[in-house]
């Protein structure tokens, strides 16, 4: 993905704190369920879950699609193929496993500031986008290994889709549409060993040099 810039909203006291210091705070997806300790324009209950499904209307069992036949398989024996299915619904939830999340956004707007509802009344524009990765990236794998990382832009769509309909993305890069004036972009950091915490404050000094306060936001 090429961005050539990205922008980090947050409160006065964090922006300063990245610009002087490189200070910054990464998150973890699961802790980014907790509606109650992010609020709603930060956290969402059903962060890196998705589900597929299929729901034909009536069908025999011998044409069940290919999604919805390993469900039957699995819960009947010696089912006859002329068993009737009617009405019925064959989902799969999917749950992304929990991983390093740092949130920024492709948008430099007041609009997408009040859309994070966090009384955030600061932004950061970041210049180096793959340097700024690079360097959380390198920092984290200090601390404990990691599989690797990526860059995403986050999909505005609804959780659960036809599985004819899939797009293949992996949970924790869904957002429902109601977040979509955010524009989000995601670091993601992917560690071998299960996460303990649920986020970590880390001290980059390097990243000053990627950063800078962004000035004369748009409406």
């Not at 002329?82 to 991983?99: G, L, T």
């Not at 995403?152 to 949970?171: A, M, T």
């Amino acid at each position: 993905m090429q961005l050539t810039q990205v922008f980090k909203y947050s409160k006065w006291t964090h922006a300063e704190d990245l610009i002087r210091w490189g200070r910054i705070r990464v998150g973890t997806l699961y802790d980014y369920q907790d509606i109650e300790r992010h609020g709603l324009g930060v956290g969402e209950a059903e962060e890196g879950k998705k589900s597929r499904y299929d729901n034909p209307p009536v069908t025999r069992a011998s044409d069940l699609s290919t999604f919805a036949a390993p469900f039957v398989q699995s819960a009947f024996q010696n089912l006859s193929p002329d068993a009737i299915f009617a009405q019925c619904v064959f989902e799969r939830i999917e749950e992304s496993p929990n991983c390093w999340l740092y949130c920024l956004s492709e948008r430099l707007s007041f609009r997408t500031m009040d859309s994070m509802r966090a009384a955030y009344d600061s932004c950061v524009r970041i210049a180096n986008v793959l340097g700024f990765f690079q360097a959380i990236c390198q920092t984290l794998n200090r601390m404990g290994p990691l599989h690797g990382g990526q860059i995403i832009r986050v999909k505005y769509r609804n959780r659960s889709q036809h599985y004819l309909e899939d797009d293949g993305l992996p949970p924790w890069a869904l957002k429902n549409p109601c977040y979509s004036a955010q524009e989000e972009i995601r670091f993601a950091y992917f560690p071998a060993n299960e996460l303990a915490l649920k986020h970590i404050d880390l001290t980059i000094p390097w990243l000053k040099a990627f950063c800078e306060p962004a000035k004369d936001i748009p409406g």
